[in-house]
Nanobody, 124 residues
Framework: QVQLVESGGGLVQAGGSLRLSCAAS????????MGWSRQAPGKERELVAVISSNGALTNYADSVKGRFTISRENNKNTVWLQMNNLKPEDTAVYYC?????????????????WGQGTQVTVSS
């Protein structure tokens, strides 16, 4: 089992920044690809960003490329999502997720492990 706890969400004005954190515990977290997905009201859950177990490979949704950065530090069992130049359309619940298969994380919704989510609201 892997437990994931997100933090760092909140209310921010358009153009602002937030940094989400995901603290992982349980099995050897360094063996897992990690990612962030989001779900806005009335919409399907979508991938935001994914990072491989060793941090060498990342992928981003086209809508966040150049604005968001995913990173991890395995000795701290933590993954971050730095979000800059936020837009109202970024408003959603953001979920941290993990899977031993990178492509399961990439395909939002197929990870084995999920956090409870953290709300991000961007006002115009």
């Amino acid at each position: 089992q892997v437990q994931l706890v997100e933090s760092g969400g909140g209310l921010v004005q358009a153009g602002g920044s937030l940094r989400l954190s995901c603290a992982a515990s349980g099995r050897t977290v360094s063996m897992y690809a990690m990612g962030w997905s989001r779900q806005a009201p009335g919409k399907e859950r979508e991938l935001v960003a994914v990072i491989s177990s060793n941090g060498a490979l990342t992928n981003y949704a086209d809508s966040v490329k150049g604005r968001f950065t995913i990173s991890r530090e395995n000795n701290k069992n933590t993954v971050w999502l730095q979000m800059n130049n936020l837009k109202p359309e970024d408003t959603a619940v953001y979920y941290c997720n993990a899977d031993q298969n990178y492509w399961n994380v990439f395909r939002a919704g197929q990870s084995d492990y999920w956090g409870q989510g953290t709300q991000v609201t961007v006002s115009s």
